[in-house]
């Protein structure tokens, strides 16, 4: 059974995203601060984290990168009354793999869980077509979902690794920033198209040489992106 942790610590709205979750068929667990949340996270093996914010011991924030530096690679749907850009912008760079704000329907984020799970699991079907594709000083294992430049190892975040694949597998054709944002994220065109960016400045800021002249994650005027090899 798939697992879910929420991390909540609003009682009433913990309870309501469990039961709702569970009647969906997730085996659900719960933590009410930041501490008991990366206890949980780091040894209950989730599938998914829910993860709040403002929480009581540590922040969402700081449980996202301690996770992320451990290597824990769960998706993670960052959950908050925090709807600035710059919340946003910052809690991608940490990995979160999707964000909605409060407040939100029921509906609209169990259709968010949905589609990450589903990205979650095709991903690990794909990553069993063992390949390692290459362009300049950059190689990419996509069975360990691993990324050297040169001889060293680049630290992805599951986003940035998802959508360097998308690039990857259109063999230098363009793909527009909403197929990014369908493919990668599951959204549709009225979600922050602004992801795609931020998330593709982070790729050109640990791949290429020189990010302000980037000559292989090319930027294509008014259609969206390409994979220069």
């Known amino acids: ?17 469990t039961r709702s979750l569970e009647s969906e068929g997730y085996d659900v667990e719960t933590a009410e601060d930041g501490l008991r949340g990366l206890e949980l996270a780091r040894t209950g093996d989730p599938d998914l984290i829910v993860l709040d914010l403002m929480l009581p011991g540590i922040d969402g924030y700081a449980i996202l990168k301690k996770l992320r530096a451990e290597g824990k690679d769960m998706p993670v749907l960052i959950l908050t009354a925090r709807g600035e850009e710059a919340d946003k912008v910052f809690g ?15 509906s609209e984020l169990l259709a968010r869980v949905q ?4 990205r979650a699991k095709g991903a690990d079907r794909r990553d069993g077509e063992a390949a390692v594709e290459e362009f300049g000083e950059v190689s990419i294992n996509t069975l360990a979902r691993s990324v050297k430049k040169g001889s060293a190892e680049v630290a992805l975040t599951p986003k940035e690794f998802d959508l360097l694949l998308a690039l990857i597998r259109r063999r230098g054709a363009v793909v527009s920033r909403l197929e990014l944002l369908k493919e990668v994220w599951g959204h549709q065109a009225e979600v922050m198209t602004r992801t795609v960016d931020i998330h593709i ?29």
């Open 1 to 17: 059974m798939t697992k879910v942790l929420v991390v909540e610590d609003n009682a009433n709205l913990a309870f309501g995203l």
């Open 92 to 106: 991608f760079r940490l990995g979160a793999d999707d964000y909605v704000t409060k407040p939100f329907s029921l």
């Open 115 to 118: 589609a990450i799970l589903r």
């Open 201 to 229: 400045a982070e790729l050109r800021r640990k791949l290429e040489q020189d990010p302000s002249s980037p000559v292989h994650i090319l930027t294509v005027w008014k259609a969206g992106y390409r994979l220069q090899v």
